[in-house]
């Protein structure tokens, strides 16, 4: 498992359309996060799983968004209906049981634009 | 929203000196971390802080905490070209959630 894995790399779309995004975390990580990031700033949190549980949602994520993680395994990421404020880097990450403390280990992101 | 906020934003230096950042926070915490991201990429974990922890190092790298200020540094020592990157700090909150909240960053450049 050489680490998070996020597809597709990029993705051009029409506003309207409907886009989903995969991560395939590290398969020991029990814990997913999905993060979004425009240019200049920061991370910012959108949705946390435990194993198949969504535990936590941000107020950022609009019901035009919707998380998945059926198995407990990969997740996905599906926008509906996409507007151009939805063009952004989106980050998952994943994290194993805090003993060693590594922190997060990041996907290199799935860069959205909505034209 | 963004608990963290880095300073300065941007900063430029030669090959060799020390880089310092600054990141200040809101709420109380569980711990600080660092991450580096370079250009479109994801980020890269550097190293962790626990609240009751004031100094840590691994390589060249040295981050402080100081919980009654709310602040943390980290220190860059003889930066190489290789360190350009953007910097961010990201803290779990004590009493909300379980995810890092992030920083906005400080972009490091390193000329040779």
């Known amino acids: 498992d050489t680490g998070v894995s996020q597809n597709p790399r990029h993705k051009i779309t029409k506003r309207g359309q409907n886009v989903t995004f995969r991560c395939d975390p590290i398969?020991?990580?029990?814990?997913l996060y999905w993060y979004r990031q425009t240019l200049g700033q920061g991370p910012e949190f959108l949705t946390y799983f435990q194993n198949e549980a969504q535990l936590e949602k941000s107020r950022l994520l609009s019901d035009r968004f919707s998380a998945e993680r059926p198995k407990g395994s990969f997740s996905t990421l599906e926008i509906q209906r996409t507007e151009q404020g939805d063009s952004a880097m989106y980050l998952c990450?994943?994290?194993?049981?805090?003993?060693?403390?590594?922190?997060?280990?990041f996907g290199s992101g799935t860069r959205l634009t909505v034209v | 929203s963004q608990q963290g906020e880095e300073d300065p934003q941007a900063l430029s230096i030669q090959e060799g000196e020390n880089a310092t950042m600054n990141c200040s926070y809101k709420t109380s915490i569980n711990n600080l971390q660092w991450y580096r991201q370079n250009s479109g990429r994801g980020l890269v974990h550097l190293i962790l802080?626990?609240?009751?922890?004031r100094e840590k190092h691994s390589g060249r790298l040295r981050v402080t905490l100081d919980t009654s200020k709310k602040s943390s540094s980290l220190l860059i020592t003889a930066s190489r070209a290789a360190d350009t990157a953007s910097y961010f700090c990201a803290t779990e909150q004590a009493q909300a959630g379980t995810a890092l909240i992030f920083g906005k960053g400080t972009t490091l450049s390193v000329s040779s």
């Open positions: 398969s020991e990580h029990n814990r």
């Open positions: 802080i626990r609240s009751n922890e």
């Open positions: 990450a994943s994290e194993g049981d805090k003993g060693p403390h590594y922190g997060y280990t």
